[in-house]
């Protein structure tokens, strides 16, 4: 059984900073890829940042510049240090794994509140 855990989570002042982390765990080879998304309230889930077993990166481009991604492959973890935080990333962000062979799989998420 596959479980992927977030934390980091909280409330900051806009212009500050954050760090989510995520762990995922029942499976024997590190995920290919491992990602974030976030869902603000009444809007559709969207994607934040992604990385590669092999370290490489993409991000959206409201992020870029202020977050970063990074994975411990021997943990099966990923984090995402978000700096400049703005109030409009005000929202739940999810962790995403994925094996590649049809397996994906999320976390609960966890809330991020961002105030001006």
């Known amino acids: 059984q596959v479980q992927v855990v977030e934390s980091g989570g909280g409330l900051v002042q806009a212009g500050g900073s954050l760090r989510l982390s995520c762990a995922a765990s029942g499976r024997i080879f590190s995920p290919n890829f491992m990602s974030w998304y976030r869902q603000a309230p009444g809007k559709k889930r969207e994607f934040v940042a992604i990385?590669?077993?092999?370290?490489?990166?993409n991000y959206a481009d409201s992020v870029k510049g202020r977050f970063t991604i990074s994975r411990d492959n021997a943990r099966n973890t990923v984090c995402l240090q978000m700096s400049s935080l703005k109030p409009e990333d005000t929202a739940v962000y999810y962790c995403?794994?994925?094996?590649?062979?049809?397996?994906?799989?999320w976390g609960q998420g966890t809330q991020v509140t961002v105030s001006s």
């Open positions: 995403n794994a994925d094996y590649g062979d049809g397996a994906n799989y």
């Open positions: 990385i590669s077993n092999s370290g490489s990166t």
